[in-house]
Every structure is written in structure tokens, then in C-alpha cells.
């Protein structure tokens, strides 16, 4: 029903910048909130920063300072600017949106596949 695609992954030294991007597609009737998740090797998924509709965003208290998430409600989209990597930031970073769609009108969370970000010291 609903297809988040990301981008902007790859390989950057310690204090390099990364922009991830992510597009939804589908059945959307709206979006309520989307957000940045990230995975690193052996480690549970953990939240990044969420960008609700109308509300305040949220960090990581690892990210804040470094990160900043944004939305193009046009598009469907939200980004990921990250400054200042530190190696501890590498992981599989994953989009997530929850999205009401039609013609059910009923809100859904969906996940995107996923892109690779490594930073080496």
C-alpha cells in the first residue's frame, strides 16, 4: 500500500556529513509523522529523531547538535542532514512513517529497506 524508499547512505571519515533522503509513495491519504531509525551491528533499532505534523520534533540525545531531520509535506518526503559523524553513528539507518491511507482512512506504520552508513575514524 505504501513504499518508503531511502537514499543518501555511504562512507564518510569522522566529522563528515551524510543527507539522507526518503520518499513515500502509495496510498496516502496523509501523513501523520515520519522519522529516522538506525540499526548498528548487534544492536537493537533505536530512534534517531520523528518529525510529527504540526508538532515539535525529537533527537536522540546522541544526535542533538549534529542531526537534523526535515519534511517536504509536498513530496512526502523527509530528510536527514547529519554533520559531525562520529563512528559511533554507524548502522543501517531506516525511514518510518505512519500514514493514514484510502480508501481504508485507517493509520499504518510503514518502514523503508534501508541504507548502510559507516564513518571511520
Known amino acids: 500500500q505504501v513504499q518508503l524508499v531511502e537514499s543518501g547512505g555511504g562512507s564518510v571519515q569522522a566529522g563528515g556529513s551524510l543527507r539522507l533522503s526518503c520518499a513515500a509513495s502509495?496510498?496516502?491519504?496523509?501523513?501523520?509523522?515520519m522519522a529516522w531509525y538506525r540499526q548498528a551491528p548487534g544492536k537493537q533499532r533505536e530512534l534517531v529523531a520523528v518529525?510529527?505534523?504540526?508538532?515539535?520534533?525529537n533527537y536522540a540525545d546522541s544526535v542533538k547538535g549534529r542531526f537534523t531531520i526535515s519534511r517536504d509535506t509536498g513530496k512526502n518526503a523527509v530528510y536527514l542532514q547529519m554533520n559531525s559523524l562520529k563512528p559511533e553513528d554507524t548502522g543501517v539507518y531506516y525511514c518510518?512513517?505512519?500514514?493514514?491511507?484510502?480508501?481504508?482512512?485507517?493509520?499504518?506504520?510503514?518502514w523503508g529497506q534501508g541504507t548502510q552508513v559507516t564513518v571511520s575514524s
Open positions: 518510518n512513517g505512519v500514514v493514514k491511507t484510502w480508501p481504508s482512512l485507517e493509520f499504518g506504520a510503514y
Open positions: 518529525m510529527p505534523s504540526g508538532g515539535s520534533t
Open positions: 502509495g496510498r496516502i491519504f496523509s501523513i501523520n509523522a
